[in-house]
């Protein structure tokens, strides 16, 4: 097993060093002079020619990324055109608020969703069946910014029972991860019904049950265990989109992280925020499907036996 | 697999080949055709599709674009709906109504270019990929896994702030996005009906790669595309609204959605249909592609048919 | 098998719920820090009693709609992280709210010849570390702003600092600049400690980490891109100017709706930049109120005259007339502004109402647009900083579609509209402007022919001589009536020639809650703090 891990790990290295790449090459298309966005519109011609030179701004776009990647392994992603600070310092400052949005998301999600498409199954073509999947379909079709403002509008200018934005308590993390978790939670809820309903049509489920052994505890102990594979991988590739989302959602919310600092960085061309934002939503996303693939090796016994 | 492969005595007639691929298609769109029927859902979606489809053709019937769609009218400012305007007015007076079928237009004109586009450029790098194997997949699939490291939404976001928004590079930059998952469904589907019949048989017949990616391979892929497609276009809608939502999209006064609804927030106290309506068309619209979607993978996906 | 698949599962279900506690951790760790400097001054007794005799009111909370970016007074220009490092530092001359120039670090400032100005500086004015300030803090953070490139052009007149003794300098200025006293009082000229800035950057740490000044608040901490605080300074040196209350806290809260609903709410005590959309329900709301005052914004539209379009003079003319402010403000301001048409805000020094005043009149646009020759119309691309800007964008665009012409928006962010307005690769641009208390800080900029496509805020590009003429004299001279003689020709002038097109000024406001009082509001928005009380 520590040899799939660690081949895992491994794997992960030129991944990301290729994603950094792609998204190097992106950002070098920005037009405008960083130097003149660090200097000020007031700058001299010849102080923006020393910054360039200091800078390495010159430099062809190889030596550039090279310099990039080795500043990324020694922890630095540069400085802030705008605050002239550490660009992983202003990251860090706001990760802790994204991933308490992410992870409050998909906590959500797994909550609701697991158990309503448990009960799909089982009940299949019930009314608590059909209700349920038409109301998956809906979450899926919603855009988590739009869903955000109907919830501020009805939970917050209307009903006042909840914060419309900010963070710091428990009252306000439950309008943003609801926004959030809601589409992942219809795509969850979607692919436990499924593989569940694949699990109960199965021989040896048929056969426990023929024996006398009642539904539920069929479930819990049989199918249970098998319908978590397609459910950790999709909750696995959801978390992406809900990273993605999270830009969003965190402007639309106020919440102050990661995703709302690289949209404001977008926006004032703060060019080595962007890219250090992105980045580092791209190694988190990459590592929770490193995470996801060693629960699944652990699950699944077909790797296990391959490392074993 | 070689890719020179030797001239063999057993051949087929072109004849025998047309009549081989004529059989194949009928068929193919025949049980499509009969799986959908059977799914509610998708006949619902298809409905939906085309009222839409319909809707943003004849928009400028409808509404005319310079007169109505975009010129304010002072007077008539933040009107809540009423006959004369069923949906309301914006802040400058234009009747939302007319804005969210132009913006209709808009939607369908950004998906069906941009999945164009991804299904194009995946499509060819994933079937000559798959098709060819060896060193070439391995390199062109590790570009695509790289790719698909990164969430959809972040990389469309990449592109369009570092080339600027407008609805070109809006267009381009969700086509970007999805084309590795173009790439990696063709290649699995060439990966598993390679090696079948049909295709020894074309090879046998001494046609070029070329001829075959495109005449027998990428024909055959029709099925996982479509549904891939329908799929994507949905994505497509949400990305694209998204990213307008945020100002790095189409830029004013065209009527996109997301567009509409970023106006529309700083009036949600008061004029909340001006975040409601845009949303509602967004959804309706993204459902029915989902919809069409699952219906589709239903009627073509032969695993999950019982 | 079993319990291992169970405990991987229970693994990442824990990491995940420990993720988000660790996350609710953070905040909980971070903020005792405010709340226990914050609690014993509104929620004990005893402390409550203390603030009576002190007369001290509790901390202020102010909301503000961007982040600071740094709390060095040299390394910015901007009015957000303004609005607290105006209140950690001091400058040598202060502008009061009477618009006169007044000794605070500096007691007298005397021209000693054409180029030589003598300061005296205030005596025992003490830094937040406890130093007392000399004529060597003075002269280092005026050179450190020297090599600024945020904030250096402004001391650009000043060629040498001298010391004379402890508390005197000689500044020697290129010539009798009209500019200097205003430069002095810049927010961004403050005085910084010499010795603990020189020790604090030579060990490699950033001064806005720890910033020390000698203003009538010091630092207590800042979270970036959440709130930032300061507290009282026991020791401040001008007794007029001290704080009445014991500390300020400014939060960034960037999304508009956000901001007023934290008023609404009494999250925050006041808000800076109120926005247009909500000044209804807010003064409809009796736990609130706003406060207006005439701003030196400028609302603006720079047709680019050196350009293939609008070099064009009457062609300039004619879109003039299409300009129709009053949908504009009511569009994009819901009507809180005043049409201008001087290149100037209306509040600012230096304006005046223009001679000629064009109008909205499309009938006459068509007819000039004949004159011009362009009868059939043209097409032209407006570049527009901010999604704001872009309601009033589209106003122009459905007017000018009337007498066909066709008007490309193009919105962009603040540097790549530098880069193309200031590189003159435009057609028009527009922005908004906020004048400062020295005219010159504006026509310069705006007018100056050496500017033109140097990347800076020269985006009408004027390539003819009489407004750079007029500006020089405006400078040359001292009594205010005079050089406003020249500004009123330079606004004459500029409307007459539709050099820029400027479309209103904005309303300034700021909404308090309704016990809080005795904010000293600028319309250059560089407004006081420190007499903000809080009743309770």
Redesign the interface.
Known sequence: MHRYILKRLVQLI???L??V???FL????????PA????????SEE?IAAFREEQGLNDPLPIRYLRYVFDMLRGSLGTSY????PVI??LL??F??T??LA??S??FALVISVPIGIVSALKQNSLFDTVGMVAA??G????A??LG??L??SF??KLDWL??????S?KHLILPAVANGVSCAANIARITRSSMLEIIRQDYIRTAKSKGIGKMKVVLKHAM?NC?IPV?TVAGLQF??M???T??IE????W?GVG?????S????DTPC?LGG?VM??VV??VV?L?VD??YA??D?RIKAQYQ | MKKESKKNDFQLSPEEMEILKKYKKRSFLAETWRGLRKNKGAVIGLIIIALIAFVAIFADLLYDYEEVVIMPDYSATLMSPSLEHPLGTDEFGRDVLARIVHGARLSMEIALLSTAFSLSVGGIIGAYSGYLGGKFDAIVMRIMDIFLAIPNMLLALAIVAALGPNLFNLILAIAISDVPRFARILRSTVLSIKDSEYIEASKAAGARTTTIVFREIIPNCIAPIIVQASIVMAAAIIIAASLSFIGLGVQPPAPEWGAMLSSGRSYMREYNYLVLFPGLAIVITVLAFNLLGDGLRDALDPRLKR | MKHLKKFMLLVLAAALVLSTFAACGGDVQEKPQPSTSQEPSTGTESTGTETETTGLSRIVVIAQNNDLTTLDPHQHNDLISGNVTRMLYDTLIRLNDKNEYVPCLAQSWEYLDKNTVELKLTPDVQFHDGHVMTSEDVKYSLERQKASSFCGYLLDMITAIEIVDELTLKLTVVDESAALLSSLAHQCSSILPKEYTEKLEGEGKAFSDAPCGTGPYKFDYWNIGDECQIVRFENYFDEAYAAKNEGLKFRYIAEDNSRVIALETGEVDMILRVPSTSVASLEGNSDVKVLRFESCDLNYISPNCSGPLFSNEKLRQAIAHCIDRDAMIQVQCNGNAVPNFAPIGIAAIGYSEPATKREYDLEKAKQLLVEAGYPDGFEFTLSVWGDLNAKSAQVLQAACQQIGVKVNIEILDNSSMVDKCGGAKHDAGMDNWTANSEPDNTYRPWFSRELIGAGGYNWSCYPGEEIEALMEKALSVTDPAERQSYYTQINDFVAEHAVVWPLFSAQGMVATRSNVDGIQLYPTMMHLFQFVTVAE
């Open positions: 030129p991944v990301i290729g994603v790449l792609i998204i992106i950002m070098d298309l920005t037009p405008g002079d003149r966005m660090v200097l000020g519109n007031m700058a102080a705008r605050s002239s600070r310092d202003e400052a706001r802790p608020a991933m308490q992870s409050a998909i906590i379909l809906l899926i079709a919603m855009p910014f739009w403002l109907i501020i509008i917050s200018l914060p419309s934005s900010g963070s710091g428990f265990g978590w950790i992406g989109t990273l993605g989302g830009v969003i402007n639309v919310f106020a102050n709302d600092f690289l949209l404001k977008i926006s004032a061309k962007v992105i939503f791209t996303f990459s499907n995470l060693i629960v652990f699950i016994p």
